[in-house]
């Protein structure tokens, strides 16, 4: 289905789903490793990118995405959690 070009809006109008540099109030719990810095390898072992920040939802506290930084070219895209 053709949808707008518009993020999904908390009850409060806020994007729903952000990064966790934006959402400063949530945070990895301390028993789970924090996945930022950690590297991403492929089926073939070799180096594909590695994960610069967590996108959680803030209507529902859950991890959403993980923004990973691809080794070949620098670009930032996210992987589904």
Known sequence: AMRADEPDLTIDGRPKIV??????DYHVTGRDP??????????????????????VDLSEPQVRYYEVEVAANGRRVLVPA
């Open 19 to 24: 990064p966790l540099r934006v959402a400063t």
């Open 34 to 55: 924090n996945p930022v810095g950690m590297p991403v390898y492929g089926a073939d072992g070799a180096l594909g990118a590695t994960v610069r920040d967590v996108w």
